[in-house]
Structures are given as structure tokens and as C-alpha cells.
């Protein structure tokens, strides 16, 4: 199985900060990534596929990068509404995989 | 826009089987897509749980140690998850979701939680 691995675990930030997390992935999977946000009991919500593909309707302020094993998602300005957990997912080869997730708090 | 809704019992006996479906609205699970469940233990991370095409042909995550079945009803716009002889770990919230193009998971129910216990 492909491994995920999302750095930090907790990230603190502010309103108005540029936030980036990395996700690295045990082998290859090329772009196949995508990355998701989730807030507390709602259902994760798509950002971002293809790893820098941004999903319809999410904000521009919300890009992401990377290819191989190394990918980044960064918030260019924090919003309140952006403090929630974000988790990666490879896209790859199955058994699809998710990493464990970074959360954001203020 | 994609709307799923997930339905079943909220509590099932351990060494039972644990049965959901999922209902799509505003898309007809025939036309394409893969169509997937996940789970979320409390207090925890994502798990893919397995998908199924279109076409009725399925992959699951092999990390289970529950038996998993997944079937499409295309008359009813449904597709449903079986897990038999569950434990207290298949505790969570059980999610569906559509697969778009890329697989990646774009639209999803709001969740449902099953807990296993006597």
C-alpha cells in the first residue's frame, strides 16, 4: 500500500496568515493526489485534485503543487472559515490511501 | 450539483452485518463514475472502504478485516455497502461518495454513524 504522510499533524496560525502543508507519499503516484478539508462533523469536502487542479467553486486562495512523492497545499491569507482539518488522498493505485491529516487551529 | 444520502441502522450487534445504501439524487448512477464508501472512526482519520463502477465491477481495501460486499441498485439510483461479522473497530461514520473523473471524491453524503455493540 501507498503510504501518506502529512506534516504538521497541528499546525497554529492566524487570520491572514499564508499556511503550507507537505504530503509526501511512499512511492511514486505522479499527480495522482488530491486534498480535502474537513471541519468538525461535516463531511470532507473536495479542494483540490489532479494535485493542483482546483476543484469547481473552492476559493482561489487555496492552491496546490507537487508531483512524485512531494506535495504541498498552501492557503495563500487564512480566513476564520478555513480553520479544519486537511487531509491528503492518493489517487494512484488502489488500495486508495489518505494521510492523517493536518489540523489547522487558531 | 450531486446530492448522496446515506441510510441504515445506526447500531448493529457485533458478529452481524452492517448494511447501507447510499441514494443519488440529480445524477443517474448508470451514466459513469465510480461511486465509493469511506469511514471515519471517532476521533480519527479517513479510510477508503472500497468502489464500485458504473458497471457494477468493484475494488475494495484489502486493510479490512471485515468481509466487504457493494452492489448497485440502478432501478432505485442506490448503490449499498455490506460489511459481515463486524467488531467494535467498525465503529464510525460511514460516508458515501461520488468519484469524478480523476477518482478523486467530489461529492459526498453528510455521513452516517454505525456503532457496533452488544
Known amino acids: 500500500d501507498i503510504q501518506l504522510t502529512q506534516s504538521p499533524s497541528f499546525l497554529s496560525a492566524s487570520v491572514g496568515d499564508r499556511v503550507t502543508f507537505t504530503c509526501r507519499a511512499s512511492?511514486?503516484?505522479?499527480?495522482?493526489l488530491a486534498w480535502y478539508q474537513q471541519k468538525p462533523g461535516k463531511a470532507p469536502k473536495l479542494l483540490i485534485y489532479a494535485a493542483s487542479t482546483l476543484q469547481s467553486g473552492v476559493p482561489s486562495g487555496f492552491s496546490g503543487s507537487g508531483s512524485g512523492t512531494e506535495f504541498t497545499l498552501t492557503i495563500s491569507s487564512l480566513r476564520p472559515e478555513d480553520f479544519a482539518t486537511y487531509y491528503c488522498q492518493q489517487l494512484h493505485s488502489y488500495p486508495l490511501t489518505f494521510g492523517g491529516g493536518t489540523k489547522v487551529e487558531i | 450539483q450531486v446530492l448522496l444520502q446515506e441510510s441504515g441502522p445506526g447500531l448493529v450487534k457485533p458478529s452481524e452485518t452492517l448494511s447501507l445504501t447510499c441514494t443519488v439524487s440529480n445524477y443517474s448512477i448508470s451514466s459513469g463514475y465510480y461511486w465509493g464508501w469511506f469511514r471515519q472512526p471517532p476521533g480519527k482519520g479517513l479510510e477508503w472502504i472500497g468502489s464500485i463502477y458504473h458497471s457494477g465491477s468493484t475494488n475494495y481495501n484489502p486493510s479490512l478485516k471485515t468481509p466487504v460486499t457493494m452492489s448497485l441498485d440502478k432501478s432505485k439510483n442506490q448503490f449499498s455497502l455490506r460489511l459481515r461479522s463486524v467488531t467494535a473497530a467498525d465503529t464510525a461514520v460511514y460516508y458515501c461518495?461520488?468519484?469524478?473523473?480523476?477518482?478523486?471524491?467530489?461529492?459526498w453524503g453528510q455521513g452516517t454513524l454505525v456503532t457496533v455493540s452488544s
Open positions: 512511492q511514486d503516484i505522479s499527480n495522482y
Open positions: 461518495a461520488s468519484q469524478g473523473p480523476s477518482s478523486a471524491a467530489d461529492y
